[in-house]
């Protein structure tokens, strides 16, 4: 049956990937969640509503995509959700908090010098 039939089964298939791209999506986030994290789909979405669906950083809605889960890398400690950019950006400056107040302290230093020439 396969082989006489193997352009029909191709296209069967590819319908129920595009058909099924939500229970997909969902039974990824499932998988890596517990894998990852060792959270629930409804731990997660505790988290969601208790950060009332927005950054823990910068307090604003996911752009593209849901929040991202944030974790201490050593330890594997989840800390809060982050918006995609916010939690790239504590990655970037490598999870290290004297080197996130100095960032933020540098660039609080140009706000107040564009400020004044306003």
């Given amino acids: 049956y396969r082989l006489a039939h193997k352009g029909q089964i191709k296209i069967n298939g590819k319908r129920w990937v595009n058909d099924n791209l939500e229970y997909r999506r969902e039974s990824a986030l499932r998988s890596k969640l517990m894998r990852h994290y060792?959270?629930?789909?409804?731990?997660?979405?505790?988290?969601?509503?208790?950060?009332?669906?927005?950054?823990?950083?910068c307090s604003e809605p996911p752009i593209k995509d849901r929040l991202h889960v944030d974790h201490v890398h050593a330890t594997g400690e989840v800390r809060?959700?982050?918006?995609?950019?916010?939690?790239?950006?504590?990655?970037?400056?490598?999870?290290?908090?004297?080197?996130?107040?100095?960032?933020?302290?540098?660039?609080?230093?140009?706000?107040?010098?564009?400020?004044?020439?306003?």
């Fill in 38 to 57: 060792k959270l629930t789909v409804a731990q997660f979405e505790e988290m969601v509503r208790k950060q009332s669906g927005v950054c823990a950083i």
């Fill in 80 to 118: 809060g959700l982050l918006c995609g950019s916010c939690n790239r950006g504590v990655g970037l400056l490598k999870d290290k908090s004297e080197i996130l107040i100095n960032a933020a302290e540098y660039v609080k230093k140009f706000e107040k010098v564009a400020q004044e020439t306003v």
